[in-house]
């Protein structure tokens, strides 16, 4: 039951992302259809520069909607099932997890908090009780199958001794507004040490594809300019809001 390490990868996202939200700006304010202008996007016809201009002014209205029609779906392993329990609150996602229930839990791995593993005794305790967890799924499977719940069903039931350490792998996909308010929340320095990295990786993948939306996402702070948290919670990266 080794401790295992963060990995994401983006698997998919819609084609030619920055064409298709101009396309559904641009038919929010034209008289005419947009698919008709949709040939000249994809050409070239219509500069990439001007398509950004244009994404961006509106964005700055506040009208975000049309950037719903772009979406990505990522992989994530070495993820723990406390990181999930927090990722699927952001509900205007698609979800697919490992099911502990059809995967045998039997060698688990674990996600490892940094905070434990500098501090010896602390991680020594932690590993002993992974272990002791480990014995245990394997003995209440072992009881159950000898009692004639096999596979599934006697994985379903030693799954209840499982700690939230336990590593899950899972695919998600988000439409852009929703991977903005998404990043706004966990890339920001109060959130969990653990989402907060999948959320940077996540970042990091959606700039490479789509900067020109993406490149001021993240934290609040980052599009705001001053921290919204007051000043009971700010981290100090940036100055709080003046009244």
């Known amino acids: 039951m080794p401790k295992t390490t963060l990995r994401v990868e983006l698997l998919a996202h819609t084609p030619e992302p ?25 050409s070239g016809e219509i500069a990439r520069e001007k398509q950004v201009q244009f994404v961006a002014s509106v964005m700055e209205s506040g009208h975000a909607s049309p ?32 099911s502990q229930r059809y995967v045998d839990g039997s060698n688990f791995d674990y996600v490892l908090p940094p905070a434990i593993a500098r501090n010896p005794q602390a991680l020594a305790r932690f590993e002993q009780c992974m272990a002791e967890i480990g014995d245990a799924y394997r003995d209440i499977k072992a009881l159950l199958e000898a009692d004639g719940r096999a596979g599934a069903k006697s994985n379903e039931d030693a799954r209840f001794v499982l700690p939230q350490a336990a590593e899950t792998r899972i695919v998600l996909t988000m439409n852009c507004r929703s991977l903005l308010n998404f990043f706004e929340h966990r890339c920001c320095m ?18 490479g594809v789509l900067p020109e939306l993406f490149a001021v996402a993240g934290a609040k702070c980052e599009r705001l300019g001053y921290c919204p948290e007051g000043e009971r919670f700010t981290c100090g990266r940036y100055p709080l809001r003046q009244p």
């Open 67 to 98: 950037v719903e029609h772009v979406s990505f779906t990522f992989a994530a392993e070495g993820v723990s099932r406390a990181l999930t329990h927090q990722l699927v609150r952001h509900r205007i996602a698609s979800y697919s997890q490992q």
């Open 190 to 207: 109060r959130a969990q040490w653990e989402i907060r990295a999948m959320a940077d990786a996540m970042l990091d993948l959606c700039r």
């Open 18 to 42: 920055l064409s298709l939200i101009y396309a559904a700006f641009r038919q929010c304010y034209h008289s005419g259809f947009v698919a008709d202008m949709w040939p000249r996007l994809l």
